[in-house]
């Protein structure tokens, strides 16, 4: 059943006079936290109490969400609204106590009006909205897009605003490590991550770069690109502890091949079943020395996709892409010199 709502505009006790409604803190200092005990309370604490609680409700009934004050202790990702009338968010490990208005950007997150994501949306040039090495959705041809009533363009920056709104960036002091390629971050974790996601790093003087989230060990850690761990490769980490941003820029089933990848020569071996586990498509190549005749091939998910057979004494390379949380195996019966991931 519905439930009615109230006049909430009714305050309590609006008319009374001041000696009518007391704060029972001003007569016993702490007795609003302790509440009632065995006693009879004066009416004029009752006064107080269904004045607060009408004068409240009324309050965020007409403002929808509340002003920004120093009495309320804002937590991670707080909503609270600016003296210019703006929507903030506080940011994780971000200090609630200074004002969004005029903080720039340290503390708060200016959340964009209804305008602002519709300006957005109609801007002809998709180019500009794009993040960095992300591919650009072209959607149909010009010539189909009658059918579907809207442009190409329209697809690509809607898809790309409703990204950008899902990010959350989190910023503080971030231990980057080498050796396993683990971000530690208070609040990483809890941003809206999934394995597969990009995240972009800025801030710091040797991690600014894309990259693809592939462990998500608890709310303050996470591991990227776990194959360049440890490696001096375009994703290795390097050791740094410093005061960083973590944005997620595109989500798994968005990003494009090599948006935040890269090479990597992995151990790999023939004759034996790896799986694919980053949350990405990965790619592949493999190369061969033909010193005896003889066929070499790859399977993915068990179906063949790639065979060379050729005369001793030449190199055979082959490329292929694996699906994320598909299976790849390489069979030989040439030397096999050459293994390389774009991870």
Request: aromatic letters at 10%; charged letters at 15%.
């Amino acid at each position: 059943m519905a439930i009615t709502k109230p006049n909430l505009t009714r305050i309590w006790a609006a008319d009374a006079a001041g000696s009518d409604v007391v704060d029972p803190d001003v007569q016993t200092p702490g007795k609003f936290a302790l509440g009632w005990g065995a006693e009879k309370p004066p009416y004029q604490f009752f006064n107080f109490m269904q004045k607060l609680f009408t004068q409240g409700l009324g309050y965020f009934d007409e403002q929808g969400i509340g002003f920004w004050n120093t009495d309320t202790d804002y937590q991670n990702f707080s909503i609270t609204k600016g003296s210019n009338g703006r929507l903030y968010l506080l940011k994780a490990s971000g200090d609630g106590t200074i004002d969004p208005v005029g903080d720039g950007g340290t503390n708060w997150t200016q959340l964009p009006t209804r305008e602002e994501v519709d300006a957005k949306a109609s801007q002809d040039d998709v180019d500009l909205l794009a993040p960095v090495d992300a591919p650009v959705f072209t959607g149909v041809p010009e010539a189909d897009t009658a059918a579907l009533g809207t442009s190409t363009k329209q697809i690509a920056t809607t898809e790309f605003v409703s990204q950008a709104l899902a990010g959350i960036p989190v910023t503080g002091t971030a231990i980057f490590t080498n050796s396993d390629n683990n971000i530690n971050l208070t609040g990483i974790g809890s941003i809206g991550l999934e394995i597969g996601d990009v995240v972009q790093v800025t801030g710091t003087v040797s991690n600014n770069k894309l990259f693809t989230v592939e462990v998500i060990t608890d709310t303050n850690n996470l591991i990227v690109n776990a194959a360049h761990a440890g490696g001096t490769t375009i994703k290795s980490l390097v050791d740094e502890t410093v005061s960083a941003t973590v944005t997620l820029v595109a989500k798994w089933f968005n990003a494009g091949l090599g948006v935040g990848q890269g090479w990597v020569k992995p151990t790999r071996s023939a004759s034996v079943l790896y799986t694919n586990n980053t949350g990405r498509a990965v790619f592949v190549i493999v190369s061969f020395n033909a010193a005896n005749s003889g066929a070499d091939r790859v399977e993915v998910d068990g179906v063949r996709i790639t065979e060379s057979f050729v005369p001793g004494g030449e190199d055979l390379p082959q490329s292929f892409t694996v699906p994320s949380g598909s299976t790849y195996e390489a069979f030989k019966s040439n030397a096999l010199i050459g293994w390389a991931e774009l991870r």
